[in-house]
């Protein structure tokens, strides 16, 4: 299986910036593409950012203000997210998908809230 753990999460003001980590652990070797993801009180889980090899990927809403990267040796990946709106609070989500489990896994989430 595949554990994932999100940190990075917490309080910050509108315009400010935060970086987001997700750590994984166990059956690694066949991870294929790594992303994330949020949900909003009362909102469905939506795509945030995602890289798979050298491609990455953002949601349009939040273009220009995310960097997704990924470090192999420590098998985390990470996101940094700038000039934060009221409007991007949630709780952001990891998501790897692995090709030897065939399905994907989630983190437990870390919580993003920004003041105005």
């Known amino acids: 299986q595949v554990q994932l753990v999100e940190s990075g999460g917490g309080l910050v003001q509108a315009g400010g910036s935060l970086r987001l980590s997700c750590a994984a652990s166990g059956n690694l070797a066949s991870i294929d593409f790594w992303a994330w993801h949020r949900q909003a009180p009362g909102k469905e889980r939506e795509f945030v950012a995602s890289v798979r090899d050298d491609y990455k990927d953002y949601a349009d809403s939040m273009k220009g203000r995310l960097a997704i990267s990924r470090d192999v040796a420590k098998n985390t990946v990470d996101l940094v997210m700038n000039n934060l709106k009221p409007e991007d609070t949630a709780d952001y989500y990891c998501?790897?998908?692995?090709?030897?489990?065939?399905?994907?896994?989630w983190g437990q989430g870390t919580q993003v809230t920004v003041s105005s």
């Open positions: 998501y790897v998908r692995s090709v030897y489990y065939g399905r994907g896994f």
